[in-house]
């Protein structure tokens, strides 16, 4: 990945600490940062709109609508691309690396897991609490020379973090009440396999090429998957492996057969089979119908 800093060496104001959060001021410096870094941000991002709004596409197919007053919240390795935004729009971005959130919020990773990938939780508004403390970060961010400042930083962010937790508590009942029918040990086993399937660069594997990697027979994966998340492995993956297509037609020049290459396929008609099924358009009708769009 290209360095963090060195993209960001312009760019003001804006802080990087040691690559595991970046704090960007401005939805700019966020459109320009997703353009130099890979096609999906190694970062989980927490977008807030302070005024205005903003229309961004997520994962390929999904329109989302943010508002003044409102969070976006984004896993990392989500596709994301501003579409429109409002002439009058403040925004300011925080982006954590997976390492540091789950550093930052320990057990209760586990309620950003299932809001993000289960209940597709991306949009929520922002209690006075939840806002006056992201505006005590940005003015916290922005003068570092405190020399407790990563013990402060970090602090700030547990807070932030398990308030945002707490909204999303609120927001589904789903996620409140946990599944009695899955265990400690199959809610971590899916943290995993969802880790495992986010970091595959050829994400179109058996599922017992991941229950492998987590030393468990694919029944069982088949099983923790469907009483934590209601979904196959299968589904996940499948899911996967298509938000890799969209974002390698829309942001690459790579031909057709050369993208079914790099995702796994044997060969490009299989793919576009694959794609159509999923897409209920082919490859080069998505693509020409993003460009036709931007």
Not at 26 to 39: C, I, N, R, T, V
Request: net charge negative; with cysteine.
């Amino acid at each position: 990945m290209p360095d963090t800093n060195t993209i960001l060496a312009n760019q003001e104001p804006t802080l990087v600490i040691e690559d595991e959060v970046v704090f960007l001021d401005s939805l700019k410096e966020l459109e320009a940062l997703s353009k130099q870094l890979p096609m999906k941000m190694d970062y989980n991002a927490i977008v807030h709109c302070r005024q205005g709004r903003v229309l961004l596409e997520l994962g390929g197919n999904q329109q989302v609508l943010v508002q003044a007053g409102q969070l976006l919240l984004v896993p990392a390795r989500k596709l994301l691309q501003p579409m429109m935004v409002s002439t009058d729009v403040e925004a300011g971005a925080l982006l954590l690396t997976d390492r540091m959130l789950k550093s930052v919020l320990g057990s209760q990773i586990d309620i950003w897991n299932r809001a993000m990938y289960m209940h597709e939780i991306y949009v929520i508004s922002t209690q006075q609490g939840t806002e006056h403390l992201h505006e005590q970060t940005r003015s916290l961010f922005k003068d570092n020379n405190m020399l407790l400042f990563r013990e402060i930083a970090f602090s700030f962010l547990r807070t932030f973090l398990l308030l945002i937790c707490e909204e999303l508590l609120h927001h589904s009942e789903a996620i409140q009440m946990a599944n009695e029918a899955s265990t400690v040990r199959e809610k971590t086993l899916f943290n995993q396999f969802l880790e495992l399937l986010s970091h595959e660069e050829q994400k179109r594997q058996q599922v017992s090429y991941y229950a492998d990697r987590l030393c468990i027979t694919p029944k069982y994966l088949s099983t923790v998957c469907r009483n934590v998340s209601g979904k196959s492995p299968m589904r996940w993956i499948t899911d996967s492996v298509m938000e890799d297509g969209y974002s390698l037609l829309r942001n690459t020049e790579l031909t057709v057969k050369e993208i079914s290459n790099r995702l796994g396929f044997p060969n490009s008609s299989f793919f576009g089979q694959y794609f159509r099924e999923q897409a209920s358009m082919t490859p080069v009708e998505y693509r020409n119908r993003y460009k036709k769009r931007h």
